[in-house]
């Protein structure tokens, strides 16, 4: 499924869109940058941390919430937008920092996790007791500010008042990824327990931790937005939204877990294998688990969640998976995800750009390889 070619007349949309979106990020860090430094300009390293981490990433969710925006009516180069997409973008860099705080994540994109970088700076300046817990404390912090930032820049969408049911969607979605962080962390210290059992956690673990924010929550919120729908208000287009962008999170998350095992750190900026040692219980390892004989399943089980694990080890780990079919059957589940989404998206009543906008943004979701 390769990427699909897109009209000049949709990158220059893009392009506008996401050049506003930096500059009103821009903005609103400098915004915040002087009230820290009111209150004391050694606060200022919990802005830097986190206008670090928001440089990067693939802007998924602010432009599925620009695009069912745009799918629903919304004219191009609304600011409203802009300021949604920065509440989805911030809200995306808090879940990180906590994600990479719970999983014990040395690194995000290359640099240093945002709770690493807080016990180096602890290292580096000679500060006193634990580097360790004052990393985590300080990311913390960090990661609770950015979700209040988040917050803010929801609150200043101009067309709100007018969308309630755009409120009822983000503070859904916060609910819902919270519950599905919990369930994650869950499958983490669980002992050795039935692979079905272990299945169906790590699927509500994909829906709720990733489908739903990455993907369907965006999307139909911009579209909430340009319809001025009001709460529990019906919408033919938005459960048309929905069918299409549920099954398009399901499968980028799965291909984020494929990437989590055998990525390449020079595109993903994680280790090889980094899921393996953080002990991710996912699809791919409850279907490793489901068909394997016991003693190979008995060492995916001691293999999972430990940090120590040597390069050797992550080889086997990957052979395992592959020779029991898992990977291939996850290929399959994201393929058939895939398909579902562009069937649905195709019986979509939309405007060619919005269509073309919403079908390069899926084959980029499915086919990544970071």
Known sequence: MPNQPTSPELRTETAAYLAALEERMQVFFQEQRQILEQISEETLPLLEA???????????????????????????GDLGLVDAGLALELFQTAALIHDDMIDASDTR????????????????????????HFGSSSALLAGDLCLSWSEMAFA???????????????????TEVMAGQYLDVLGEVIPQEEADLALTRAQKVIR???????????????????LGLKAQEASDLLAGYRAFALPLGEGFQLRDDVLGVFGQPEKTGKPAGDDLREGKRT??????SQSVGKEEALFLE??????????????ALQELIRSSGALDEVEAIIQAKGDQALEQLAALPLDPLPREALTALAYQALNRSA
């Open 283 to 288: 699809v791919l390892t409850a279907l490793t």
């Open 156 to 174: 200043a969408i101009p067309q709100l008042q007018q969308a309630s049911q755009a409120r009822a969607i983000f503070d859904l979605m916060r």
């Open 109 to 132: 994109r290359g640099a240093p996790s945002v709770h690493r970088r807080f016990e180096a700076m602890h290292q580096l300046k000679g500060y006193k007791t634990n580097p360790a």
């Open 208 to 226: 709720y931790k990733s489908a739903k924010y990455s993907c369907e929550h965006p999307l139909v919120l911009g579209g909430a937005l340009a």
């Open 50 to 76: 986190i206008e670090a981490l928001s440089a990067g990433g693939k802007r998924l969710r602010a432009l599925l919430a620009y695009w069912g925006w745009r799918g629903a009516g919304g004219q191009a």
């Open 302 to 315: 001691q293999s999972l969640g430990n940090p120590d694990l040597s390069g050797q080890e992550i080889l």
